[in-house]
């Protein structure tokens, strides 16, 4: 699989790799982290979130990762599969009622077969 | 089921037209939010509402309006003042907790 430090807005791997997708997130006061994924045309759809108390979650095939010193999530996908060709965005927020979500930048995945 | 939906799917409008953009919600969520979406693009935040009759500007409000009368409506007017309205529109809600959701997002394109 690839894996980077920086954000890149495309990351094109083979079936079966695992993917590393790389986020930097603004706001120091947020503290509550979500990854998207959006197909196109379509609304953005929840994989995985954490809040500021953790430095990793894991959820099914999926991790994501919290470095508050530098202000950097990662989403790792395990295994992946030519279904998980999308665009995925980061989301931070100050979990707050009522606060919006700030997204970042997205990264397109392409999977091959 | 509970969910939030966006009407229409597509919309098209003429130079200087005013057109509304419709979201509903049945998740008892108290804040909604409008995002706007160009092509290649995240999401930028058009304007939010916390609590009915009460809503606030994001980052790029201008030539938008919003009202929020009901709990359960949140209805985007694109005015003839913003004068490159040609993208995707996603209506949001969320629980006090955080819980987002997302809708299925109204495409609209000037003619």
């Known amino acids: 699989g690839e894996s980077v430090g920086l954000h890149l807005p495309t990351l094109s791997v083979q079936e079966g790799d695992n993917s590393i997708i790389n986020c930097a997130y603004s706001?120091?006061?947020?503290?509550?982290f979500i990854w998207y994924k959006q197909e196109s045309g379509k609304g953005p759809q929840f994989i995985i979130d954490?809040?500021?108390?953790?430095d990793k979650r894991q959820g099914q095939r999926v991790t994501v990762l919290l470095n508050k010193t530098v202000k950097h999530l990662s989403l790792q996908i395990a295994a992946t599969q030519p279904g998980d060709s999308a665009v995925y965005f980061c989301a931070e927020t100050i979990n707050q009622a009522g606060t919006a979500l700030i997204f970042g930048k997205g990264t397109t995945l392409s999977v091959s077969s | 089921d509970g969910g939030i939906t966006q009407s229409p799917k597509y919309l098209f409008r003429k130079e200087g037209q005013n057109v509304t953009l419709s979201c509903e919600q049945n998740?008892?969520?108290?804040?909604m939010y409008w995002y706007r979406q160009d092509p290649g693009q995240g999401l930028r935040l058009i304007y939010y509402s916390q609590i009915v009759n009460d809503f606030q500007k994001g980052d790029i409000a201008e030539g938008y309006s919003v009202s929020r009368e009901k709990k359960e409506s949140f209805p985007l007017t694109v005015t003839s003042a913003q004068k490159n309205p040609t993208a995707f529109y996603l209506c949001?809600?969320?629980?006090?907790?955080?819980?987002?959701?997302f809708g299925s997002g109204t495409r609209l394109t000037v003619v």
């Open positions: 949001a809600s969320s629980r006090i907790d955080g819980g987002y959701t």
């Open positions: 706001n120091s006061a947020s503290d509550y």
């Open positions: 998740l008892n969520h108290d804040a």
């Open positions: 954490i809040r500021s108390n953790m």
